[in-house]
């Protein structure tokens, strides 16, 4: 296990997920149940999808090697495009910050809500076609797991403990176009592989 591929991932994924609508759910989603409940709902569907996009990525590690560096070089620039273009659509929107009305709910109903809606919501995100494509590139499916998995609960921690404070020092369009950087220069790493 490569502590580098671990360190890489975890800054990848952290980056991508701060400032996307995984972040977002789960601070509304704190807003109305107890945040420790709400915390242990979007780990659970984390920890699924986590270990689905690093099976995934450990399947597509059986192609051709000049293949997967190409897909995963692809799919880091169509990354920071995304990012780019969230970046921009924040910086341009004008930010509505609401009260929600906290509703109080316990045990397992504000678990399975809270996993219901970060499990929808993950499937094809950036986070999971980025690990897959870090486990296919690194083939370091365990390391992979490691650093995506910690860097998710990081940010759903985040989310859940102070979300509103942290919106306040680093603007959300900030957080985007720093994870479209990463992913550049991630596009760039794996692109400089390819033609060496």
Same mark, same amino acid.
């Given at each position: 296990?490569?502590?580098?591929?671990?360190?890489?991932?975890?800054?990848?994924? *952290? +980056?991508?997920?701060?400032?996307?609508?995984?972040?977002?759910?789960?601070?509304?989603?704190?807003?109305?149940?107890?945040?420790?409940? %709400?915390?242990?709902?979007?780990?659970?569907? *984390?920890? +699924?999808?986590?270990?689905?996009? %690093?099976?995934?990525?450990?399947?597509?590690? *059986?192609?051709?090697?000049?293949?997967?560096?190409?897909?995963? $070089?692809?799919?880091?620039?169509?990354?920071?495009?995304?990012? %780019?273009?969230? $970046?921009?659509?924040?910086?341009?929107?004008?930010?509505?910050?609401?009260?929600?009305?906290?509703?109080?709910?316990?045990?397992?109903?504000?678990?399975?809500?809270?996993?219901?809606?970060?499990?929808?919501?993950?499937? $094809?995100?950036?986070?999971?076609?980025?690990?897959?494509?870090? +486990?296919?590139?690194?083939?370091?499916?365990?390391?992979?797991?490691?650093?995506?998995?910690?860097?998710?609960?990081?940010?759903?921690?985040?989310?859940?403990?102070?979300?509103?404070?942290?919106?306040? *020092?680093?603007?959300?369009?900030?957080?985007?176009?720093? $994870?479209?950087?990463?992913?550049? %220069?991630?596009?760039?790493?794996?692109?400089?592989?390819?033609?060496?």
């Amino acid at each position: 296990m490569d502590p580098v591929v671990i360190g890489l991932t975890f800054l990848a994924i *952290f +980056v991508v997920e701060l400032p996307d609508k995984t972040f977002l759910a789960t601070l509304v989603l704190a807003t109305k149940y107890r945040p420790i409940l %709400v915390w242990i709902g979007v780990s659970l569907a *984390f920890l +699924v999808q986590t270990l689905v996009a %690093v099976l995934l990525g450990h399947a597509v590690s *059986f192609l051709p090697e000049e293949i997967v560096q190409a897909a995963a $070089g692809l799919m880091f620039l169509v990354g920071a495009v995304i990012l %780019v273009r969230e $970046g921009r659509s924040h910086q341009e929107a004008a930010a509505n910050d609401e009260e929600v009305e906290t509703k109080e709910a316990t045990g397992y109903k504000a678990v399975l809500a809270s996993f219901l809606v970060l499990f929808a919501a993950e499937w $094809g995100d950036l986070s999971q076609l980025l690990t897959i494509s870090l +486990v296919a590139k690194y083939e370091e499916p365990v390391a992979v797991f490691i650093g995506a998995l910690s860097a998710l609960l990081l940010v759903s921690g985040l989310a859940v403990i102070a979300g509103r404070q942290l919106q306040r *020092f680093v603007k959300l369009h900030v957080l985007h176009y720093v $994870g479209a950087g990463v992913c550049l %220069v991630l596009a760039a790493i794996t692109a400089y592989e390819l033609l060496s």
